[in-house]
């Protein structure tokens, strides 16, 4: 079991920067995968950016350049750095952890928190 908390959303405005943070219950450093998903009103839930436990990362094409995933396995914790924000970044922001045990793969959310841009 893992629990995620993330915190750092709130109200920015455009060309704006906002920090997000997740933090996990346990140890991250075995976790393989660990990111941040976004779901904006009426849209499905997308990926916007993943690390792996090995430092390989992926982007969702529309924030690369933008935004940049990091974690500190000593704080248990994954940011997600959010630069040159626009309108469309706004969603609510989901932290996700992939563990795998064995032959089995479990995926973990946290609760989610608001990013809003304004024009």
């Known amino acids: 079991q893992v629990q995620l908390v993330e915190s750092g959303g709130g109200l920015v405005q455009a060309g704006g920067s906002l920090r997000l943070s997740c933090t996990a219950s346990r140890s991250i450093s075995s976790i393989n995968a660990m990111g941040w998903y976004r779901q904006a009103p009426g849209k499905q839930r997308e990926l916007v950016a993943a690390m792996t436990s090995g430092g390989s990362t992926n982007y969702a094409d529309s924030v690369k350049g933008r935004f940049t995933v990091s974690r500190d396995n000593a704080k248990n914790t994954v940011y997600l750095q959010m630069n040159s924000l626009k309108p469309e970044d706004t969603a609510v922001y989901y932290c996700?952890?992939?563990?795998?045990?064995?032959?089995?793969?479990?995926?973990?959310w946290g609760q989610g928190t608001q990013v809003t841009v304004s024009s």
């Open positions: 996700n952890a992939d563990l795998t045990a064995g032959w089995t793969m479990y995926r973990y």
